[in-house]
C-alpha cells in the first residue's frame, strides 16, 4: 500500500492530509486563516502566503501524527499547484517539491477545480464519473463535463465575479462580515427570498454562463439608491435580511437554472459539486430539487470537504496509477488552464 501526503495552499487556508492508494483518509489538517483576513473584508495574498509559510510545517507534522505512520512511510507527495493566489500556491509547491526530494518519491500535481469535484468522489466512497461538475467557490464558479475524474471539458462559466465573491462583496455591502457566505446565509434565513426582484443572468437561454457582478450592484442600488458615496451597511432589521435572502435566492436560482440545463445539454445524470459556496443549504435544497426532477442523482460533500482541504488531492492518485509524475521543476499556476 501506498501513503500519500498532500498539500493544499492555494488560498487562505493551510492543509495537508494523509490517504493510501485506495482512497482511504487517514489524516487531514486544516489552518484557517479568516481570523487574519477578517478586518481587511477579503484575503490579502502577501498576508496569506506568509501565514501559510508559518503554518505548513506544523500542519504537516499533524497530519502524518494523526496517520500514525511517519514521513519515512510515505510513498507519494501531491499538492495543488493551480489555480490559486501565486504566492500562495509557491509555498505549497516548495514545500512539496523539496519533501518529495528528501524522501526520494515521486510528487504529482493537482488541479484545485477539479480537486474540488474529486472531493464528492472522496465523499460518495464510490465512483461518481462521468458527471456534470459544478464548482462554487470565492474564487470560480464553472460547469464541466467531468467524464473521468481527470477528463474535465469546460461546459461554462462566470463572466465577471465568481459566487463566492459576490457573497463575500454583498456581506460588505451589508455590513455582515468576513467570510461572506456563512453570514449572509445566517442574516437571510429571516429574510423573504421575494421582497426584491434580483436579476439572474443567463436564466432565459441555454448558454453555460453565469454573471453576478450586475447582482451585486442591484444589492447595493436596493440598499443605499445609486448614490453610494455616502453608503453605510443598512442596521440589522427587516431590510437588512431581505436584501440577503433575495440575493441568497438570486445566487441560488441562477446556480440551479444551469445545472438543469447542463444535465439536460449532456444527458448526463450525476451531479457533482464542490467549492465553499456548496456548504449552502439554501443551494443544496434547490439542487436537490433540479436533481430529483431529472432523474439525476446529486452529490455535494460535508461542509468539511466543500471548503478548501487537502483530501480533495486525493486526486493525485490517479494521477499516480497513470505514472502522470511532476517535474522536478513544478511552478505554481495562478490561472485555471
Ligand atoms: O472553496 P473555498 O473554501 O475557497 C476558494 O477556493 O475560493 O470557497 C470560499 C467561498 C467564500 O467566498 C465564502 O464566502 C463561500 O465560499 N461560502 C459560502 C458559504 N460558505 C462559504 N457561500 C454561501 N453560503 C455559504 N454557507
Ligand atoms: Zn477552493
Avoid at 508559518?54 to 495543488?80: F, M, Q, Y
Amino acid at each position: 500500500m501506498t501513503h500519500f501526503l498532500a498539500l493544499e495552499t492555494s488560498c487562505d487556508e493551510t492543509a495537508a492530509a494523509v490517504f493510501t492508494d485506495d482512497l482511504a483518509v487517514k489524516s487531514s489538517v486544516v489552518a484557517s486563516q479568516t481570523d487574519l483576513h477578517a478586518r481587511f473584508g477579503g484575503v490579502v495574498p502577501e498576508i496569506a502566503s506568509r501565514a501559510h509559510l508559518r503554518n505548513l510545517l506544523p500542519v504537516i507534522d499533524e497530519a502524518v501524527r494523526k496517520s500514525d505512520i511517519t514521513l519515512a512511510d510515505i510513498g507519494c507527495v501531491a499538492v495543488h499547484n493551480t489555480p490559486g493566489l501565486v504566492g500562495a500556491l509557491l509555498v505549497g509547491v516548495t514545500a512539496a517539491k523539496a519533501l518529495a526530494v528528501a524522501l526520494g518519491v515521486p510528487l504529482v500535481a493537482v488541479n484545485h477545480v477539479a480537486g474540488h469535484i474529486f472531493a464528492c468522489r472522496m465523499a460518495a466512497g464510490r465512483d461518481i464519473f462521468p458527471c456534470v461538475g459544478l464548482v462554487v467557490s470565492g474564487g470560480h464558479t464553472a460547469l464541466f463535463r467531468c467524464d473521468t475524474a481527470l477528463s474535465l471539458t469546460l461546459l461554462g462559466g462566470t463572466r465577471d465575479d465568481a459566487a463566492g465573491e459576490a457573497f463575500d462583496k454583498v456581506a460588505a455591502i451589508l455590513g455582515l462580515g468576513f467570510p461572506g457566505g456563512p453570514a449572509v446565509e445566517r442574516e437571510a434565513a429571516a429574510g423573504d427570498p421575494k421582497a426584491f426582484a434580483f436579476p439572474r443572468a443567463f436564466a432565459s437561454d441555454q448558454r453555460l454562463e453565469f454573471s453576478f457582478s450586475g447582482l451585486k450592484t442591484a444589492v447595493l442600488y436596493a440598499c443605499h439608491g445609486q448614490d453610494v458615496r455616502q453608503a453605510t451597511p443598512p442596521p440589522p432589521g427587516k431590510k437588512r435580511a431581505d436584501l440577503a435572502a433575495s440575493f441568497q435566492e438570486a445566487v441560488v436560482d441562477a446556480l440551479a437554472v444551469k445545472c438543469r440545463q447542463a444535465l439536460e445539454q449532456t444527458g448526463l445524470t450525476r451531479l457533482a459539486v464542490g467549492g465553499g459556496v456548496s456548504a449552502n443549504k439554501r443551494l443544496r435544497a434547490k439542487l436537490q430539487a433540479v436533481c430529483d426532477h431529472a432523474g439525476a442523482e446529486l452529490f455535494i460533500p460535508p461542509m468539511s470537504l466543500c471548503t478548501d482541504n487537502a483530501v480533495m488531492a486525493a486526486l493525485a492518485v490517479e494521477k499516480w496509477r497513470l505514472g502522470q509524475f511532476a517535474p522536478p521543476d513544478l511552478d505554481a499556476e495562478p490561472n485555471f488552464l
